[in-house]
């Protein structure tokens, strides 16, 4: 008895071929193989299936009841395995399949452009974006349910992550450029106790590094609001004379706004690629972030930046 993972798929085609034109001259020709070999192909089917599948005479070639049985079964295993062909080479020209990328709500600001840009180029690949804290992420990364995570890097160890630079940054104070504080090129954290802030919730990545940075000073904030949403922090901003502290890139985006560099040798903040350890990346992961790292939000703000200023 033949089990399932012993048959050849070209078998399949043979008989497949062999059932259609009921000719193994004929079909040979198709298969481009030489008669003798043909025969000999469906002698080895028949074999591993313990069946005969054709009568033969001298003139003619017809299908007995295993053979009629089987057609069907082998017609939708070759059409499956084709479709599973055609599938992957439309992956591998990303003309299908989904892409799961996990971002941190600080790194939103960087990919605009490029997810527009993507869409645009590849309609057909489902791109499906997720928004988390940085915990969260790494967890969906190592349960294989996202492709990569943008984000800056994080202050925890994880072994099994990869972090790939993408682009420099510093923990800043954003504030409106008519602001007092707007005057400033770099600011220490004993300034910002007169101003009152609104600050990114407990556990985001900015807010992650500026409690590292103020850890053991004795200083004294006027938090006033805590938000884990940066669009809702600019918003804030815009109608008040509330401060923050962010990453200078989210300020990509936002006109009228400002970010100031803390002044402090801690106050890097890397924007980062991670992926999982000795994992597969697909083709439209690794396009997406060819297209990221060439966007003008990474080029013209980072690159350039000292330029611009």
């Known amino acids: 008895m033949a089990t399932a993972n012993c048959m050849e798929l070209r078998y399949l085609k043979s008989f497949v071929v062999a059932a259609k034109l009921l000719n193994f001259s004929e079909a040979a020709r198709e298969m481009c193989v030489t008669q003798s070999t043909f025969s000999q192909t469906i002698k080895q089917l028949e074999e591993e299936l313990g069946t005969v599948l054709f009568y033969r005479t001298s003139h003619k070639v017809s299908l007995t009841k295993a053979g009629e049985e089987l057609l069907p079964f082998a017609v939708t295993a070759i059409d499956s395995a084709d479709n599973c062909l055609r599938r992957m080479n439309d992956m591998q020209a990303l003309k299908c399949g989904t892409l799961n990328i996990g971002v941190t ?31 969260e992420l790494v967890n969906r990364l190592m349960n294989h349910e996202l492709d990569f995570v943008l984000s800056f890097r994080p202050q925890g160890n994880y072994p099994l992550i990869e972090s790939h630079l993408l682009f420099d940054d510093v923990l800043s104070v954003i504030v409106r450029r008519d602001s007092p504080l707007a005057a400033y090129d770099k600011i220490s954290l004993s300034v910002l106790t007169d101003y009152p802030a609104v600050l990114p919730a407990k556990g985001l990545q900015a807010r992650n590094a500026f409690e590292h940075l103020v850890d053991g000073k004795d200083l004294n904030f006027k938090i006033m609001v805590e938000v ?82």
Do not use: W
């Open 105 to 135: 709500h600080s790194f939103n600001m960087v990919m605009h452009e490029t997810l527009k840009d993507f869409m645009k180029l590849y309609p057909d690949i489902f791109l499906n974006i997720v928004y988390k804290p940085m915990t």
């Open 228 to 309: 884990n949403n940066v669009n809702v922090i600019f918003d804030l901003l815009s109608r008040s004379n509330l401060v923050t502290i962010l990453s200078e890139s989210t300020t990509i985006l936002q006109s009228g706004m400002k970010a100031i560099p803390i002044d402090s040798t801690e106050n890097e903040m890397d924007g980062c690629i991670h992926i999982l350890r000795d994992a597969y990346m697909k083709n439209s992961a690794q396009e997406f972030i060819r297209m990221l790292s060439q966007s003008t939000s990474i080029l013209a703000n980072f690159a350039l930046k000292d330029i611009l200023r």
